[in-house]
């Protein structure tokens, strides 16, 4: 019989350095397009906000074909490198020259500028599910035990704290030095795409000893059998529907504050501190969060982090009110609810896969993960969608570094109420959903004697 203290020591220290470090790759790919992108079409591309909206929302559609595809490969992949490892190789090799095109094209303006974007955030997206989908699926096959997936994944949310902290801080930094040009922007690009190279071929490295708990045979029946087991797993379900409504507002928040630092608190350099903010309690409040999921059950951590969230975010409404002080300490109480609905997202989806392993007896965890973050990719990017169309109705103003216009005062509205009231309302209406999920520790298989 294993002993809890067994238990806690299966996973390597190295392989969870090793693990944790890929996070770069998903917090960076979906923090720096979320951030900046809209704002680079909008004010340096001259294209329309609804159609930059589009750009950002259109390739992620792919996401709804690709990531699973990608899913169903990675579980019937038989190498000496195991199921997951080769597509972070090919992740790496491919991903980081997709992203420094997205921001580096030819002197293009309007509609063939968001053409041109729109292309190279297709071939990114493409790039990322090669990495992103296997990567996601590992933790499930890692270690059986319940909280063990919550400590283990505490590892990944604090390197992507770091790497939110580059993307919100370091990235918006170079791409607004001296006044913010279009060169800026493509060393900003460049910048990352090495970040992106060195923390994937790290992460591909540091799993090579990674364990497999069980390692069940590949699920081969076709996609009407996987997609029919799905439906059947209400637990996957939930979860799901309670990312994709978290991924929403976070998303439109992230594309949100380069116009809520700019108009709302008169300077676009209040982005990085924004930032700073927010992702510092993900870098200082994970055994925390990891106490309070063994104390209240990860539902109930849940439940606590979609308070805070949603409390932080409703209170920046008052921002014009009190000023730029006021809103940093609200986004910081935003960012300790961030970090625990993070970490508790990870987690359960790891317990998922667990558990539809030890019920099936079939190795899912690829085409669970690419559903997964294919649906949630396509959510979270239509956060910049719908905040573009929240601009178009304020009337906000499109155009070039070199012709500023003075935006209008509904405009200017706009910009708060998108950064604050609808993203409140959508987190707080993620509690509800959360109640749905019933997964316990209970159901998850215990490891067997053999580990």
């Known amino acids: 019989m294993i002993t809890p203290a067994a238990r806690a020591a299966s996973v390597p220290k190295g392989v969870r350095l090793g693990y944790g470090v890929g996070s770069f790759c998903t917090a960076t790919v979906n923090a720096v397009p979320g951030l900046l992108l ?76 968001a053409l041109y974007v729109g292309l190279c955030f297709l071939a990114t997206a493409t790039a990322y599910a090669l990495f992103e989908v296997p990567y996601k699926a590992m933790p499930g096959e890692m270690t059986h035990d319940y909280h063990e997936r919550t400590s283990l994944l505490q590892w990944r949310m604090v390197f992507i704290g770091a790497a939110t902290a580059i993307s919100g801080i370091l990235a918006p930094a170079i791409a607004t ?11 900003m690009a460049l910048t990352i795409a090495v970040i992106l190279l060195v923390a994937m071929l790290g992460s591909f490295f540091g799993t090579a000893r990674a364990p497999m708990t069980g390692a069940p045979e590949p699920d ?36 949100a504050a380069p116009y809520f630092a700019t108009y709302t608190l008169g300077t676009s350099s209040a982005t990085q501190t924004l930032f700073a903010v927010l992702v510092g309690p993900i870098l200082l409040t994970m055994p925390l969060w990891v106490r309070l999921a063994r104390r209240f059950d990860k539902r109930g951590a849940m439940i606590l982090a979609i308070v805070l969230f949603g409390g932080g975010t409703t209170a920046a409404v008052a921002t014009p009110l009190f000023g730029p002080v006021w809103a940093h300490v609200m986004i910081l109480l935003v960012g ?71 935006q209008p005062d509904s405009a200017v509205t706009a910009v708060l109420i998108g950064q604050t009231a609808i993203p409140a309302l959508i987190i707080f209406a993620s509690a509800l959903i959360t109640l749905k999920y019933r997964l316990r520790p209970d159901d998850v298989p215990a490891p067997s004697a053999s580990g």
């Open 336 to 406: 300790v609810g961030y970090a625990g609905v993070q970490l508790m997202q990870f987690s359960m989806l790891a317990d998922v896969i667990a558990v539809d392993a030890a019920r099936t007896g079939r190795r899912r965890a690829g085409v669970l993960t690419g559903l997964w973050t294919a649906i949630e990719n396509a959510v979270s990017s239509s956060g910049a969608l719908f905040f573009g169309l929240i601009l178009s109705i304020g009337g906000f103003v499109e155009s070039e570094p070199s012709r500023p216009v003075q």
């Open 38 to 113: 809209l704002f680079y079409m909008t004010n340096f591309l001259a294209v329309p906000a609804w159609l930059a909206g589009v750009v950002v929302t259109a390739p992620k559609v792919w996401d709804l074909f690709i990531n699973p595809l990608v899913g169903r490969w990675s579980d019937r992949t038989v190498s000496r490198w195991g199921p997951r490892r080769p597509w972070l190789l090919a992740g790496a090799c491919t991903l980081p020259v997709a992203f420094f095109l997205v921001f580096a094209g030819p002197p293009l303006t309007g509609v063939p500028a």
């Open 177 to 187: 030095g001296g006044g913010g040009t279009l060169d800026s922007y493509r060393m």
């Open 220 to 255: 081969r029946g076709g996609w009407r059998e996987q997609f029919a087991a799905i439906r059947g797993n209400p637990a996957f379900l939930w979860l799901t529907v309670l990312a994709c409504v978290q991924m929403l507002a976070v998303s439109m928040m992230l594309a």
